[in-house]
């Protein structure tokens, strides 16, 4: 069998490619492999955010002990989906990063972590494996003005505390009692959301949704969207949005399950009918859902802040606004 000289640059052709293949494969940096402060802080730069550079997060220094290396970065299935995910955690609030396969990653943050210009205060977070799962317990002290009544509001007695006296122009110290929030939260359908030990095998699906999102004093989003269970969107930006007018199109497969899958989670038909936080000038939310069997659940929420999952699922609602130009 003779080779041509066609033959002959087809093969060097070819193998060039596998080489370029097989190399961009051994340098493909994944969770699992980051021994580092260095190689964690390169994988930070180049899948999740260019400002996570060593100084931002290691606030410049220069040695860090290498033998924290297993506690400040944690690799664990924080999911629940058999992929290993990271945390990082040194200085400011930890950096939470779920593996999403195929080499996409996923940056979540927790809601409300430290809301102190409304008075509350993060106070304690503990991470615990309960059946299996990654649980996050977390407490939060509220202000002392506070009426929230709920199942995980908790008092405690004879609290420092600091009150300031207009008078005299002094903070003085006194002990009294203080409400604490605990809550309790999970990684599912991509986001931290707030656990639902009740929940309950859905067997009346969602058939769609509509959302509208109000104006408020200021250049808040506002639009109106409707998401069927088949992925089909038709939107319609207002104001302050990406894209003004009317749009459909096809929502993205992943986001159309973790959206659909927290509003059954959370047992929408429990919650209240209405929400309004203490505060002018905020931005609302309409959100209508339609069950498969007819049944309509519709939220009217002032100031966007009925409970922490409803919170959520305004999040992704606003995350597919802004993914319309």
Not at 135 to 152: A, G, H, V, W
Not at 219 to 237: A, M, Q
Request: charged content about 30%; hydrophobic content about 35%; aromatic content about 10%.
């Amino acid at each position: 069998m003779y080779i041509t000289i066609k033959d002959n640059h087809m093969k060097r052709l070819m193998l060039l490619i596998l080489l370029i293949f097989t190399s961009n494969i051994a340098c493909a940096q994944t969770i699992k492999n980051l021994k580092t402060f260095k190689e964690v802080v390169t994988f930070l730069e180049k899948e999740i955010n260019k400002e996570y550079t060593f100084e931002a997060i290691f606030e410049g220094e220069n040695e860090i002990d290498t033998e924290d290396f297993n506690e400040v970065v944690q690799k664990i299935d924080l999911d629940n989906n058999g992929t290993t995910d990271v945390i990082i955690d040194y200085i400011g609030d930890p950096i939470f990063i779920l593996d999403r396969g195929h080499n996409v990653y996923k940056e979540i943050k927790m809601l409300d972590v430290n809301r102190v210009w409304e008075g509350e205060e993060l106070t304690s977070m503990v991470m615990k494996q309960i059946d299996n799962k990654t649980i996050f317990i977390r407490e939060i002290k509220l202000p002392s003005y506070t009426t929230e009544k709920s199942k995980n509001i908790i008092i405690k007695k004879n609290q420092k505390d600091v009150v300031y006296d207009r008078k005299t122009n002094k903070a003085t110290e006194v002990i009294r009692d203080r409400k604490f929030r605990v809550d309790t939260l999970e990684v599912k359908f991509g986001d931290f959301v707030a656990s639902n030990p009740n929940k309950k095998k859905i067997k009346n699906k969602i058939k769609e949704i509509h959302f509208e999102a109000t104006p408020c004093y200021g250049s808040c989003p506002v639009f109106e969207l409707k998401i069927t269970s088949d992925g089909n969107l038709e939107y319609h930006g207002k104001q302050s949005t990406n894209f003004i007018g009317r749009k459909k199109l096809k929502l993205d497969a992943t986001q159309l399950e973790e959206l659909f899958g927290l509003i059954e989670y959370m047992d929408v038909k429990s919650l209240k009918d209405r929400y309004a936080v203490n505060a002018t000038d905020n931005p609302s939310g309409n959100l209508k859902v339609v069950f498969k069997n007819g049944d309509i659940k519709e939220i009217y929420d002032y100031g966007r802040f009925g409970t922490y999952n409803l919170r959520v699922v305004y999040k992704k609602l606003m995350q597919i606004s802004d993914d319309i130009k």
